[in-house]
Protein backbone atom coordinates (compact mmCIF):
# COMPACT_ATOMS: atom_id res chain seq x y z
CA UNK A 1 0.00 0.00 0.00
CA UNK A 2 1.14 3.48 -0.57
CA UNK A 3 1.19 6.45 1.64
CA UNK A 4 0.61 8.42 -1.62
CA UNK A 5 -0.83 8.16 -4.94
CA UNK A 6 -1.71 10.91 -7.40
CA UNK A 7 -3.69 10.88 -10.20
CA UNK A 8 -1.85 13.28 -12.39
CA UNK A 9 1.24 14.09 -13.47
CA UNK A 10 1.08 18.14 -14.41
CA UNK A 11 2.75 20.60 -12.18
CA UNK A 12 0.58 20.10 -9.28
CA UNK A 13 0.74 16.11 -9.31
CA UNK A 14 4.19 15.99 -9.90
CA UNK A 15 5.67 17.89 -7.20
CA UNK A 16 2.91 16.64 -4.03
CA UNK A 17 4.46 13.40 -5.27
CA UNK A 18 8.20 14.25 -5.13
CA UNK A 19 8.08 16.49 -1.89
CA UNK A 20 5.84 13.17 -0.41
CA UNK A 21 8.81 10.98 -1.54
CA UNK A 22 11.49 13.25 -0.26
CA UNK A 23 9.48 12.63 3.38
CA UNK A 24 10.07 9.43 3.28
CA UNK A 25 7.12 8.26 1.92
CA UNK A 26 5.78 5.55 -0.39
CA UNK A 27 4.40 7.43 -3.31
CA UNK A 28 3.14 6.19 -7.12
CA UNK A 29 1.71 8.89 -9.81
CA UNK A 30 -0.53 7.70 -12.55
CA UNK A 31 -1.43 9.89 -16.11
CA UNK A 32 -3.16 8.93 -18.71
CA UNK A 33 -1.58 11.30 -21.00
CA UNK A 34 2.11 12.69 -21.01
CA UNK A 35 4.08 13.64 -17.82
CA UNK A 36 4.03 17.12 -17.23
CA UNK A 37 0.43 18.04 -17.52
CA UNK A 38 -1.38 21.13 -19.31
CA UNK A 39 1.84 23.92 -18.44
CA UNK A 40 4.53 21.50 -20.09
CA UNK A 41 3.06 19.63 -22.66
CA UNK A 42 0.11 21.56 -23.91
CA UNK A 43 -0.33 24.99 -22.15
CA UNK A 44 2.05 28.11 -20.61
CA UNK A 45 5.56 26.18 -22.00
CA UNK A 46 5.21 25.56 -25.87
CA UNK A 47 2.89 28.38 -25.29
CA UNK A 48 5.61 30.70 -24.71
CA UNK A 49 7.72 29.43 -26.85
CA UNK A 50 4.80 30.03 -29.68
CA UNK A 51 5.29 33.96 -28.25
CA UNK A 52 8.63 33.87 -28.51
CA UNK A 53 8.46 32.78 -32.18
CA UNK A 54 5.86 35.53 -33.10
CA UNK A 55 8.21 38.26 -31.55
CA UNK A 56 10.75 38.28 -34.18
CA UNK A 57 8.38 39.92 -36.76
CA UNK A 58 8.11 42.83 -34.35
CA UNK A 59 11.40 43.17 -33.84
CA UNK A 60 12.40 42.43 -37.41
CA UNK A 61 9.97 45.85 -38.19
CA UNK A 62 11.51 48.00 -35.12
CA UNK A 63 15.07 47.09 -36.11
CA UNK A 64 14.32 49.29 -39.25
CA UNK A 65 13.89 52.62 -37.35
CA UNK A 66 17.37 51.99 -35.66
CA UNK A 67 19.10 51.51 -39.25
CA UNK A 68 18.59 47.72 -40.38
CA UNK A 69 17.21 46.54 -43.26
CA UNK A 70 16.26 42.98 -43.03
CA UNK A 71 15.58 41.13 -46.22
CA UNK A 72 14.18 38.00 -46.89
CA UNK A 73 12.15 36.91 -43.80
CA UNK A 74 10.53 33.87 -43.72
CA UNK A 75 9.13 32.05 -41.18
CA UNK A 76 8.79 28.13 -41.57
CA UNK A 77 5.74 26.57 -39.23
CA UNK A 78 7.41 23.21 -39.51
CA UNK A 79 10.60 24.36 -38.53
CA UNK A 80 9.44 26.30 -35.05
CA UNK A 81 6.82 23.03 -34.40
CA UNK A 82 10.07 20.90 -34.50
CA UNK A 83 11.79 23.26 -32.07
CA UNK A 84 9.17 23.44 -29.69
CA UNK A 85 8.73 19.72 -30.15
CA UNK A 86 11.82 18.68 -28.91
CA UNK A 87 11.55 21.06 -26.00
CA UNK A 88 8.79 19.75 -24.80
CA UNK A 89 9.88 16.17 -25.10
CA UNK A 90 13.53 17.87 -22.77
CA UNK A 91 10.95 18.63 -20.48
CA UNK A 92 8.78 15.73 -20.04
CA UNK A 93 11.90 13.31 -19.72
CA UNK A 94 13.12 15.79 -17.14
CA UNK A 95 9.87 15.79 -15.11
CA UNK A 96 10.41 11.69 -15.37
CA UNK A 97 13.64 11.54 -14.64
CA UNK A 98 12.91 14.07 -11.21
CA UNK A 99 10.28 11.52 -9.90
CA UNK A 100 12.10 8.75 -10.45
CA UNK A 101 15.21 10.08 -8.60
CA UNK A 102 12.35 10.77 -5.75
CA UNK A 103 11.56 7.46 -5.92
CA UNK A 104 8.03 7.80 -6.93
CA UNK A 105 6.83 5.49 -9.38
CA UNK A 106 4.91 6.31 -12.55
CA UNK A 107 1.97 4.78 -14.29
CA UNK A 108 1.59 5.68 -17.40
CA UNK A 109 -2.14 4.68 -17.27
CA UNK A 110 -5.80 6.08 -17.26
CA UNK A 111 -6.63 6.14 -13.21
CA UNK A 112 -9.85 6.31 -11.54
CA UNK A 113 -11.05 5.99 -7.83
CA UNK A 114 -12.14 2.48 -6.72
CA UNK A 115 -12.91 2.83 -3.42
CA UNK A 116 -11.41 4.91 -0.13
CA UNK A 117 -8.25 3.41 -0.63
CA UNK A 118 -8.33 2.05 -3.88
CA UNK A 119 -7.69 2.77 -7.52
CA UNK A 120 -8.04 1.39 -10.75
CA UNK A 121 -5.74 1.57 -13.81
CA UNK A 122 -6.80 0.98 -17.15
CA UNK A 123 -5.19 -2.34 -17.28
CA UNK A 124 -7.27 -3.41 -14.23
CA UNK A 125 -4.21 -3.26 -12.08
CA UNK A 126 -5.69 -2.29 -8.42
CA UNK A 127 -3.70 0.30 -6.41
CA UNK A 128 -3.93 0.83 -2.63
CA UNK A 129 -3.03 3.95 -0.94
CA UNK A 130 -3.57 5.61 2.05
CA UNK A 131 -3.89 8.80 0.45
CA UNK A 132 -5.26 9.75 -2.72
CA UNK A 133 -4.69 13.09 -4.27
CA UNK A 134 -6.55 14.24 -7.43
CA UNK A 135 -4.43 16.40 -9.51
CA UNK A 136 -6.12 15.90 -13.16
CA UNK A 137 -6.49 19.62 -13.88
CA UNK A 138 -8.59 20.72 -16.56
CA UNK A 139 -9.51 20.62 -20.54
CA UNK A 140 -11.17 23.07 -22.64
CA UNK A 141 -14.82 23.93 -23.10
CA UNK A 142 -16.50 24.28 -26.10
CA UNK A 143 -19.46 26.02 -26.77
CA UNK A 144 -22.81 25.43 -28.25
CA UNK A 145 -23.80 26.29 -32.05
CA UNK A 146 -24.21 24.23 -34.67
CA UNK A 147 -20.46 23.19 -36.51
CA UNK A 148 -18.32 23.68 -33.75
CA UNK A 149 -17.15 20.38 -34.19
CA UNK A 150 -15.45 22.00 -36.89
CA UNK A 151 -14.01 24.40 -34.50
CA UNK A 152 -10.15 23.83 -32.62
CA UNK A 153 -9.31 24.37 -29.29
CA UNK A 154 -6.31 25.42 -27.58
CA UNK A 155 -4.42 21.98 -27.22
CA UNK A 156 -5.68 21.59 -31.17
CA UNK A 157 -3.45 24.79 -32.13
CA UNK A 158 -0.51 22.35 -30.70
CA UNK A 159 -1.12 19.35 -33.33
CA UNK A 160 -1.39 22.18 -36.40
CA UNK A 161 0.81 20.89 -39.34
CA UNK A 162 0.64 23.64 -41.09
CA UNK A 163 0.04 27.81 -39.70
CA UNK A 164 -3.44 28.57 -41.09
CA UNK A 165 -4.11 31.54 -43.43
CA UNK A 166 -6.81 33.02 -41.81
CA UNK A 167 -8.21 32.32 -38.30
CA UNK A 168 -11.07 33.18 -36.19
CA UNK A 169 -10.35 32.96 -32.25
CA UNK A 170 -13.51 32.85 -30.31
CA UNK A 171 -13.53 34.78 -27.01
CA UNK A 172 -11.63 37.07 -24.84
CA UNK A 173 -9.83 35.74 -22.19
CA UNK A 174 -6.30 34.75 -21.32
CA UNK A 175 -5.88 32.12 -24.14
CA UNK A 176 -8.05 33.96 -26.80
CA UNK A 177 -5.86 36.84 -26.71
CA UNK A 178 -2.43 35.27 -26.18
CA UNK A 179 -3.29 33.18 -29.63
CA UNK A 180 -4.70 35.81 -31.38
CA UNK A 181 -0.72 37.64 -30.95
CA UNK A 182 0.98 34.25 -31.70
CA UNK A 183 -0.97 33.51 -35.30
CA UNK A 184 -1.07 37.68 -35.53
CA UNK A 185 2.80 38.03 -34.71
CA UNK A 186 3.22 34.58 -37.44
CA UNK A 187 1.33 36.65 -40.38
CA UNK A 188 -2.07 35.13 -39.83
CA UNK A 189 -5.10 36.88 -40.99
CA UNK A 190 -7.36 37.07 -36.93
CA UNK A 191 -10.35 38.23 -36.38
CA UNK A 192 -11.18 38.02 -32.50
CA UNK A 193 -14.75 37.68 -31.90
CA UNK A 194 -15.89 37.78 -28.55
CA UNK A 195 -19.12 37.94 -26.85
CA UNK A 196 -18.83 41.22 -24.38
CA UNK A 197 -17.39 44.59 -24.86
CA UNK A 198 -13.98 44.74 -22.98
CA UNK A 199 -11.27 42.32 -23.37
CA UNK A 200 -9.76 40.32 -20.85
CA UNK A 201 -12.70 40.39 -18.36
CA UNK A 202 -11.50 40.64 -14.55
CA UNK A 203 -8.55 42.76 -15.52
CA UNK A 204 -8.15 46.65 -14.58
CA UNK A 205 -10.17 48.58 -17.49
CA UNK A 206 -7.04 50.55 -18.59
CA UNK A 207 -5.65 46.62 -18.83
CA UNK A 208 -8.21 45.59 -21.15
CA UNK A 209 -8.74 49.24 -23.17
CA UNK A 210 -4.71 49.33 -23.77
CA UNK A 211 -4.52 45.18 -24.70
CA UNK A 212 -7.79 45.97 -27.23
CA UNK A 213 -5.74 48.56 -28.61
CA UNK A 214 -2.48 47.47 -29.12
CA UNK A 215 -4.45 44.27 -30.91
CA UNK A 216 -6.35 46.26 -33.15
CA UNK A 217 -2.94 48.10 -34.13
CA UNK A 218 -1.40 45.11 -35.16
CA UNK A 219 -3.88 44.64 -37.52
CA UNK A 220 -6.38 41.75 -35.75
CA UNK A 221 -9.73 42.77 -35.98
CA UNK A 222 -11.58 42.92 -32.62
CA UNK A 223 -15.76 42.25 -33.26
CA UNK A 224 -17.45 42.41 -30.00
CA UNK A 225 -20.62 42.41 -28.64
CA UNK A 226 -21.49 39.08 -31.04
CA UNK A 227 -21.42 35.23 -31.18
CA UNK A 228 -20.83 33.19 -33.56
CA UNK A 229 -24.08 31.35 -34.91
CA UNK A 230 -22.83 28.30 -36.40
CA UNK A 231 -19.60 27.11 -38.50
CA UNK A 232 -20.12 25.33 -41.66
CA UNK A 233 -17.56 24.11 -44.32
CA UNK A 234 -16.84 25.68 -47.24
CA UNK A 235 -14.51 25.57 -50.36
CA UNK A 236 -12.05 28.16 -49.34
CA UNK A 237 -12.38 26.17 -45.49
CA UNK A 238 -15.19 27.28 -42.90
CA UNK A 239 -17.83 29.89 -43.27
CA UNK A 240 -18.96 31.48 -40.02
CA UNK A 241 -22.00 33.02 -39.22
CA UNK A 242 -22.39 35.83 -36.83
CA UNK A 243 -25.14 37.07 -34.73
CA UNK A 244 -24.48 40.54 -36.50
CA UNK A 245 -25.71 38.79 -39.62
CA UNK A 246 -21.93 39.47 -40.83
CA UNK A 247 -20.07 36.20 -42.20
CA UNK A 248 -16.67 35.29 -42.43
CA UNK A 249 -14.69 32.73 -44.20
CA UNK A 250 -11.60 31.32 -42.90
CA UNK A 251 -9.08 28.78 -42.63
CA UNK A 252 -9.87 27.49 -38.81
CA UNK A 253 -12.22 29.03 -35.92
CA UNK A 254 -10.17 28.52 -32.86
CA UNK A 255 -12.66 28.53 -29.53
CA UNK A 256 -10.70 29.80 -26.10
CA UNK A 257 -14.17 30.36 -24.23
CA UNK A 258 -12.79 28.63 -20.69
CA UNK A 259 -11.95 25.50 -19.12
CA UNK A 260 -13.27 22.64 -17.30
CA UNK A 261 -11.86 20.48 -14.26
CA UNK A 262 -10.69 17.07 -16.00
CA UNK A 263 -13.16 14.49 -14.09
CA UNK A 264 -14.82 12.42 -16.26
CA UNK A 265 -14.75 8.77 -15.58
CA UNK A 266 -12.66 9.32 -12.23
CA UNK A 267 -14.94 7.35 -10.48
CA UNK A 268 -15.55 10.39 -8.29
CA UNK A 269 -19.71 10.20 -7.96
CA UNK A 270 -19.41 6.56 -6.93
CA UNK A 271 -16.99 7.21 -4.25
CA UNK A 272 -19.47 9.91 -3.51
CA UNK A 273 -16.86 12.80 -3.53
CA UNK A 274 -18.55 15.79 -3.51
CA UNK A 275 -18.69 17.98 -6.75
CA UNK A 276 -20.20 21.36 -7.82
CA UNK A 277 -21.42 21.42 -11.15
CA UNK A 278 -18.02 19.75 -12.12
CA UNK A 279 -15.69 21.30 -9.74
CA UNK A 280 -14.29 19.22 -6.87
CA UNK A 281 -15.45 20.56 -3.63
CA UNK A 282 -12.27 21.06 -0.99
CA UNK A 283 -12.02 22.38 2.55
CA UNK A 284 -9.65 25.11 3.11
CA UNK A 285 -6.69 22.16 3.62
CA UNK A 286 -7.69 20.76 0.39
CA UNK A 287 -9.45 17.89 1.45
CA UNK A 288 -13.05 16.54 -0.48
CA UNK A 289 -15.46 15.14 2.01
CA UNK A 290 -14.10 11.90 1.64
CA UNK A 291 -11.16 12.07 4.48
CA UNK A 292 -8.14 10.54 2.63
CA UNK A 293 -9.37 11.98 -0.65
CA UNK A 294 -7.32 15.17 -1.19
CA UNK A 295 -7.10 17.25 -4.65
CA UNK A 296 -5.48 20.81 -5.81
CA UNK A 297 -5.05 22.61 -8.77
CA UNK A 298 -7.07 23.19 -11.85
CA UNK A 299 -9.44 20.52 -10.48
CA UNK A 300 -10.60 22.56 -7.91
CA UNK A 301 -11.00 25.35 -10.01
CA UNK A 302 -9.96 27.82 -7.72
CA UNK A 303 -7.27 30.02 -8.93
CA UNK A 304 -6.33 28.50 -12.25
CA UNK A 305 -2.44 29.26 -12.12
CA UNK A 306 0.35 26.71 -12.50
CA UNK A 307 2.10 28.46 -9.83
CA UNK A 308 -0.50 28.42 -7.96
CA UNK A 309 -1.40 24.42 -8.60
CA UNK A 310 2.60 23.94 -7.62
CA UNK A 311 1.65 26.00 -4.35
CA UNK A 312 -1.68 23.89 -3.47
CA UNK A 313 0.69 20.72 -3.76
CA UNK A 314 3.30 22.39 -1.35
CA UNK A 315 0.33 23.01 0.96
CA UNK A 316 -1.32 19.49 0.98
CA UNK A 317 2.03 18.17 1.39
CA UNK A 318 3.11 20.04 4.42
CA UNK A 319 -0.83 19.30 6.14
CA UNK A 320 -0.98 16.02 5.40
CA UNK A 321 2.90 14.31 5.39
CA UNK A 322 4.65 17.21 7.34
CA UNK A 323 1.83 17.46 10.32
CA UNK A 324 1.77 21.15 9.35
CA UNK A 325 -1.64 22.12 8.71
CA UNK A 326 -1.81 24.93 5.58
CA UNK A 327 -3.81 26.66 4.03
CA UNK A 328 -2.91 27.40 0.31
CA UNK A 329 -1.80 31.21 -0.26
CA UNK A 330 -4.43 32.27 -2.91
CA UNK A 331 -4.08 35.98 -2.30
CA UNK A 332 -2.45 38.75 -4.06
CA UNK A 333 -1.03 36.40 -6.51
CA UNK A 334 0.87 37.93 -9.71
CA UNK A 335 -0.50 37.24 -13.39
CA UNK A 336 0.68 38.08 -16.76
CA UNK A 337 -0.96 37.48 -19.81
CA UNK A 338 1.24 37.13 -23.09
CA UNK A 339 -0.17 39.76 -25.50
CA UNK A 340 1.19 42.45 -27.30
CA UNK A 341 1.72 44.82 -25.48
CA UNK A 342 2.19 41.95 -22.36
CA UNK A 343 0.45 42.14 -19.20
CA UNK A 344 1.29 41.92 -15.72
CA UNK A 345 -0.96 42.32 -12.81
CA UNK A 346 -1.14 42.28 -9.35
CA UNK A 347 -3.66 43.11 -6.42
CA UNK A 348 -6.73 44.72 -7.39
CA UNK A 349 -8.34 46.05 -10.49
CA UNK A 350 -9.53 49.88 -10.05
CA UNK A 351 -13.60 48.81 -10.26
CA UNK A 352 -12.52 46.14 -7.25
CA UNK A 353 -11.40 48.64 -5.33
CA UNK A 354 -14.36 50.67 -5.82
CA UNK A 355 -16.89 48.01 -5.29
CA UNK A 356 -15.40 47.27 -1.87
CA UNK A 357 -15.57 50.96 -0.87
CA UNK A 358 -11.98 51.67 -0.22
CA UNK A 359 -10.95 55.01 -0.74
CA UNK A 360 -8.00 55.41 -3.02
CA UNK A 361 -5.77 57.18 -5.14
CA UNK A 362 -4.75 56.32 -8.76
CA UNK A 363 -1.12 56.89 -9.58
CA UNK A 364 -0.76 56.22 -13.35
CA UNK A 365 1.82 57.21 -16.67
CA UNK A 366 0.86 55.73 -20.32
CA UNK A 367 4.11 56.40 -22.20
CA UNK A 368 5.91 55.58 -25.49
CA UNK A 369 8.77 53.55 -24.27
CA UNK A 370 12.40 55.04 -25.39
CA UNK A 371 12.96 52.35 -28.00
CA UNK A 372 9.57 53.05 -29.74
CA UNK A 373 10.34 56.92 -30.16
CA UNK A 374 12.81 55.24 -32.88
CA UNK A 375 11.02 51.94 -33.85
CA UNK A 376 7.92 53.82 -34.92
CA UNK A 377 5.68 50.76 -32.90
CA UNK A 378 2.62 52.88 -31.64
CA UNK A 379 2.86 50.41 -28.57
CA UNK A 380 2.46 52.43 -25.52
CA UNK A 381 3.29 51.61 -21.77
CA UNK A 382 1.18 51.72 -18.85
CA UNK A 383 2.28 51.84 -14.93
CA UNK A 384 -0.59 52.54 -12.92
CA UNK A 385 -0.93 52.14 -8.81
CA UNK A 386 -3.93 51.95 -7.05
CA UNK A 387 -3.19 53.25 -3.19
CA UNK A 388 -5.15 53.03 -0.34
CA UNK A 389 -5.77 56.57 0.65
CA UNK A 390 -5.82 56.17 4.45
CA UNK A 391 -2.83 53.45 4.97
CA UNK A 392 -0.64 54.33 1.39
CA UNK A 393 -0.78 51.15 1.14
CA UNK A 394 -0.39 49.92 -2.53
CA UNK A 395 -3.35 47.58 -3.65
CA UNK A 396 -2.85 47.06 -6.73
CA UNK A 397 -0.42 47.25 -9.71
CA UNK A 398 -1.16 47.15 -13.09
CA UNK A 399 1.55 46.92 -15.92
CA UNK A 400 0.82 46.63 -19.79
CA UNK A 401 3.81 47.04 -22.33
CA UNK A 402 7.32 45.55 -23.28
CA UNK A 403 8.56 43.37 -19.75
CA UNK A 404 5.54 43.20 -17.83
CA UNK A 405 5.41 39.61 -16.88
CA UNK A 406 8.95 40.21 -15.97
CA UNK A 407 8.53 43.09 -13.80
CA UNK A 408 5.45 42.27 -12.09
CA UNK A 409 7.29 39.51 -10.62
CA UNK A 410 9.67 41.87 -8.88
CA UNK A 411 6.67 44.09 -8.16
CA UNK A 412 4.52 41.96 -6.72
CA UNK A 413 6.90 40.96 -3.39
CA UNK A 414 7.27 44.47 -2.89
CA UNK A 415 3.46 44.17 -2.85
CA UNK A 416 2.88 41.02 -0.73
CA UNK A 417 5.02 42.26 1.85
CA UNK A 418 2.84 45.44 2.35
CA UNK A 419 4.75 48.23 0.44
CA UNK A 420 3.44 51.29 0.90
CA UNK A 421 3.73 54.27 -2.08
CA UNK A 422 6.40 55.55 0.16
CA UNK A 423 7.84 52.75 0.06
CA UNK A 424 8.40 52.88 -3.75
CA UNK A 425 9.14 56.47 -3.65
CA UNK A 426 11.89 56.42 -1.82
CA UNK A 427 13.69 53.34 -4.06
CA UNK A 428 16.15 55.04 -6.27
CA UNK A 429 15.20 54.83 -9.71
CA UNK A 430 17.24 52.64 -12.42
CA UNK A 431 17.91 54.49 -15.15
CA UNK A 432 16.90 54.70 -18.24
CA UNK A 433 14.19 51.89 -17.79
CA UNK A 434 10.60 52.06 -18.21
CA UNK A 435 10.46 50.23 -14.51
CA UNK A 436 11.99 54.02 -13.07
CA UNK A 437 8.03 54.93 -13.90
CA UNK A 438 7.13 52.80 -11.12
CA UNK A 439 9.71 54.20 -8.63
CA UNK A 440 8.66 58.34 -9.58
CA UNK A 441 4.69 58.41 -9.92
CA UNK A 442 3.03 60.91 -8.85
P1 LIG B 1 -11.09 32.64 -19.67
O1 LIG B 1 -12.10 32.30 -18.63
O2 LIG B 1 -9.95 33.51 -19.33
O3 LIG B 1 -11.86 33.32 -20.91
C1 LIG B 1 -12.95 32.70 -21.52
C2 LIG B 1 -13.49 33.64 -22.60
O4 LIG B 1 -14.51 32.97 -23.33
C3 LIG B 1 -14.11 34.90 -22.05
O5 LIG B 1 -13.85 35.94 -22.95
C4 LIG B 1 -15.59 34.53 -22.00
O6 LIG B 1 -16.44 35.63 -22.09
C5 LIG B 1 -15.73 33.70 -23.24
N1 LIG B 1 -16.83 32.74 -23.16
C6 LIG B 1 -17.11 31.87 -22.14
N2 LIG B 1 -18.17 31.10 -22.45
C7 LIG B 1 -18.58 31.47 -23.68
C8 LIG B 1 -19.62 31.03 -24.53
N3 LIG B 1 -20.45 30.05 -24.18
N4 LIG B 1 -19.77 31.65 -25.72
C9 LIG B 1 -18.92 32.63 -26.10
N5 LIG B 1 -17.91 33.08 -25.35
C10 LIG B 1 -17.73 32.51 -24.14
O7 LIG B 1 -10.63 31.24 -20.24
P2 LIG B 1 -9.40 30.81 -21.14
O8 LIG B 1 -9.88 29.61 -21.87
O9 LIG B 1 -8.85 31.95 -21.92
O10 LIG B 1 -8.32 30.40 -20.07
C11 LIG B 1 -8.63 29.45 -19.05
C12 LIG B 1 -7.76 29.67 -17.85
O11 LIG B 1 -6.43 29.25 -18.14
C13 LIG B 1 -7.61 31.12 -17.44
O12 LIG B 1 -8.63 31.51 -16.58
C14 LIG B 1 -6.29 31.11 -16.76
O13 LIG B 1 -6.50 30.80 -15.42
C15 LIG B 1 -5.51 30.02 -17.43
N6 LIG B 1 -4.51 30.58 -18.35
C16 LIG B 1 -3.53 31.40 -17.88
C17 LIG B 1 -2.59 31.93 -18.72
C18 LIG B 1 -1.54 32.83 -18.18
O14 LIG B 1 -1.33 32.82 -16.98
N7 LIG B 1 -0.89 33.65 -19.01
C19 LIG B 1 -2.59 31.63 -20.16
C20 LIG B 1 -3.67 30.79 -20.55
C21 LIG B 1 -4.57 30.29 -19.68
P3 LIG B 1 -16.88 36.50 -20.80
O15 LIG B 1 -15.73 37.39 -20.51
O16 LIG B 1 -18.08 37.23 -21.27
O17 LIG B 1 -17.18 35.51 -19.72
Same mark, same amino acid.
Not at 350 to 362: D, L, P, R, W
Not at 416 to 423: F, I, Q
Not at 425 to 432: G, K, L
Given at each position: ????????????????????????? =??????? =? /???????? /????? !???????? +???????????? %????????? $???????? /????? $???? *??????????????????????????? +??????????????? *?????? !????????????????????? =?????? &??? %?????????????????????????????? /??FD?DI??LV #????????? #???????????? #?? =?????????? !? @???????????????????????????????????? &????????????? *??? $??????????????????? &????? !????????????PKAVFT?PEVGTVG?S?????????????FKTEF?P????? @????QKTLMKML? +???? $??I?GIHIVGEGAAELIQVAA?AV????????F???? *????TAAEELV?L?
Open positions: MYDLFVIGAGSGGVRSARLAAAQGF =SVGIAES =S /RVGGTCVI /RGCVP !KKLMVHAA +EFSQYFSDSEGF %GWTIKGAHF $DWQRMVIA /RNKEV $DRLE *AAYKMNLKNSGVEIYENFAKLRGMNEV +ELDNQKVIKAKHILL *ATGGKP !KKPEFPGVQFTKSSDDIFMMS =SLPEKV &VIY %GAGYIACEFATIFNGLGVDVTLVYRGENLL /RGYQR #KQGLQEKGI #KVIVNTVIDSVT #KC =SKGLSVDLSD !K @SQLVVTEVVCAVGRKPNIENLGLEKLGVNLNEGVVV &VDEYQKTNVSNVY *AIG $DVTDRLNLTPVAIRDGIAF &VDTVF !KNKPTVPDHHLVKMESEVVNVGKAYVVKMKNQL @SGNPV +EKKT $DKLIKMGATKKDDVTC *AVHPTN
